[in-house]
């Protein structure tokens, strides 16, 4: 067994806004967001603004919640079916509502999610191998010093992750994150770098062993759901050498506190493309 803390669900990524929170811990999703524009990235864990939760980004919630719960039941040797599953999530719904503040303009765009989040679930279940060994771990929060395997040095800050599922295979054990997507995305494994090598990273600090693989599991919001397994190779070397690169250049960037807009494609799914955004000067 990975002996970590279990997740409760739900890990802040806000933290306490300004320098402060910020040095608290460094995590795959603050490095892929501070790649991808170093202002969101001061906008939202330095200045603490928060934006609304996205009906994709709800969705994507409940679905991780249910695909949690039929994971720890089978830790327990116990398979639910999908009719169980769903249930037990929907019985949550109202509360995450209340929890993320959403409001739905009509009854049945909720019902619409609600029937869009049991689909994905239901193809989900249905895809997974009949054969499928027990988790060894369901949702689990590993939090370890970073220090460069290769110089030793530490520095100075813990890297923090949420694994979703890790499974025994015969090489050893894989680690395995679901994503929800609007439409299937190329298995191209350096869109998930950052994520992939922290996660390898924080397996091998914990349980002095190598992951023996890596998968990203996709679950798909076409009108009829898809599901895609895509699986990677353990890390390498250079992995673990470009990872490391990378955080010290972004600790290099808390330092300097320089954190300038960096305009893309990805601004069209900003949530602060309005507002603070467009007001800001350098």
Known sequence: MIDVAPANGKVAERGKGGAGGVREYISASRLNTWMSCPLKFRLRYYDGIKTPTSPAMFVGKRVHRALEIYGRHRMLGITLQPGDVAGRMIDGWDAAVEEDEMSFAKEEDEMAMKKQSVDL???????????????????????????????????????????????????????????????????????????????????????????????????????????????????????????????????????????????????SMCDHRIGPCRTWAG
Request: with cysteine; aromatic share 8%; glycine share 6%.
């Open 121 to 267: 679930v239901a193809a989900y279940l249905a895809h997974v191998p009949d054969d499928e060994p027990a988790p060894k771990a369901v949702e689990v929060t590993m939090k370890v010093p970073l220090v460069d395997p290769f110089t030793g040095e530490d520095l100075g800050i813990p890297l923090l992750g949420v694994v979703d599922l890790i499974l025994p295979d015969e090489g050893g054990q894989a680690i395995i994150d679901f994503k929800t997507s609007s439409r299937s995305a190329p298995p191209h494994e350096i869109m998930h770098e950052v994520q992939l090598s922290c996660y390898a990273y924080l397996y091998r600090q914990v349980t002095g062993q190598n992951e023996s693989g890596l998968e990203i599991r996709s679950l798909v919001k076409t009108k009829k759901p898809k599901i895609e397994f895509h699986e990677y190779p353990a890390r390498t070397e250079d992995h673990l050498r470009r990872l490391f690169s990378l955080i010290r250049e972004y600790l290099d960037a808390l330092d300097s506190g320089k954190f300038n807009y960096r305009p893309g494609w990805g601004c």
